[in-house]
């Protein structure tokens, strides 16, 4: 079964300061891995995703995330956050079980940008 | 545009009432997908389809029903029997197996009083 473990529930960080909000996931398969952000009273927005090749991947909004194997990790950095990057970000991962897709998130991390 | 339209954006109802919410979707998906979400929490799957006229219970199915009667259509019920239905709940949508993403509608957000 896949897992995924986030293990920061909140991350305050001043405005212009760099960020990492961590992600760690278990699966006994290859799998794919993905960030979200939600904003207030929103759908999820995906902000970029891993699915093979290169292990730094860039999404929208100035995010990346580097795929880790042998650590198990897909850890999102941002050198310089705003104050609209407030939000709760989800990392996800993805697999194939008998039925078809299989999608799990982690509880998520809320990230506050202080002025 | 293509995308995924949920609605209403809010919904009230009483206690013992049946409601369903509405799913759309217009980008040629397969796979849809109902999660719910409650404050300060994840998501939590309820249903699942991975093609028209079939789909599977998710983790909190008890109380809930769906169909899929149409590719872009995936409506949920949440009937009397599920007992705290207040919740956020959210469509989705992917290109699987083709793609691995799912794309999201903005939610609807219901309470039962």
């Known amino acids: 079964a896949q897992s995924v473990t986030q293990l920061d529930s909140q991350v305050p960080v001043f405005e212009e300061a760099p960020v990492e909000l961590r992600c760690n996931y278990s699966s006994s398969v290859s799998v794919y891995l993905f960030w979200y952000v939600q904003y207030p009273n929103q759908g999820l927005q995906l902000l970029l995703k891993y699915l093979s090749g290169s292990t730094l991947v860039k999404g929208i909004n100035g995010f990346e995330a580097e795929f880790n194997k042998s650590q198990t990790s897909f850890h999102l950095r941002k050198p310089s956050v705003h104050i609209s990057d407030t939000a709760e970000y989800f990392c996800?991962?993805?697999?194939?079980?008998?039925?078809?897709?299989?999608?799990?998130f982690g509880p998520g991390t809320r990230l506050s940008v202080l002025p | 545009d293509g995308g995924i339209t949920q609605s209403p954006k809010y919904l009230f109802r009483k206690e013992g009432q049946n409601v369903t919410l509405s799913c759309e979707q217009n980008l040629n998906h397969d796979a849809m997908y109902w999660y719910r979400q409650d404050p300060g929490q994840g998501l939590r799957l309820i249903y699942y389809?991975?093609?028209?006229?079939?789909?599977q219970k998710g983790d909190i199915a008890e109380g809930y029903s769906v169909s899929r009667e149409k590719k872009e259509s995936f409506p949920l019920t949440v009937t009397s029997a599920q007992k705290n239905p207040t919740a956020f709940y959210l469509c989705a949508s992917s290109n699987f197996p083709v793609s691995y993403e799912q794309y999201f509608g903005p939610g609807t957000r219901l309470t039962v009083t």
């Open positions: 389809s991975q093609i028209v006229n079939d789909f």
């Open positions: 996800a991962v993805s697999g194939v079980n008998n039925y078809g897709q299989n999608f799990v």
